[in-house]
């Protein structure tokens, strides 16, 4: 905590008076790391996009935020794992929460067009995130993260194949049978 203290410039009063606990500093400093990666991570669903594109967004968004900020995703992936029960009474919750309303409105509109498959948010989430949270350690302990141009290319349309309607699967593959 001291160390903390001094790199921002403020008396133990003020830090101790803000964050009383470690516990209460990690989660404050989990809670803006999130809200700056969902911030990251929501821009290619905005602006009426289509389903793939924002699903091939978001996978593509998520790699460039985790590559540019290996620092700021090991934290998450870390304090995720140490705080799990705890985030349920948390600002992180509501981070996380204010995320979720988004993007499960425009998954909800994407659905209505008939472009993706209806399902539980929970799988939906399960099905697109999943394998760039399972490489992200991997990512991350490079000294330099990077990820290879057909590894971004797979992970894209392997979201997008996964919750894509079979119409738009379909349609993605057979584009000359359009009417």
Known sequence: MDLIRVAAGVSNGSLYHHFPTKSQLADALY??????????ISEPISGGVGAQAGVQGLIRAYIRWVVTHPDRARLLHQLRRVNAVAQTQSDSADANQQAYTQLRQWVD??????????MPFAEWMALVFAPVLSLTPQWVAQTRPSVPARTRANLEQGAWQAVAAQ????????PAAQP
């Open 167 to 174: 119409a738009a699967v379909t349609q993605a593959k057979h």
């Open 109 to 118: 509109q994407q659905v209505a067009a008939g472009d993706l498959r209806r």
């Open 31 to 40: 809670a803006h790391t999130l809200r700056e990666f969902h911030g990251a």
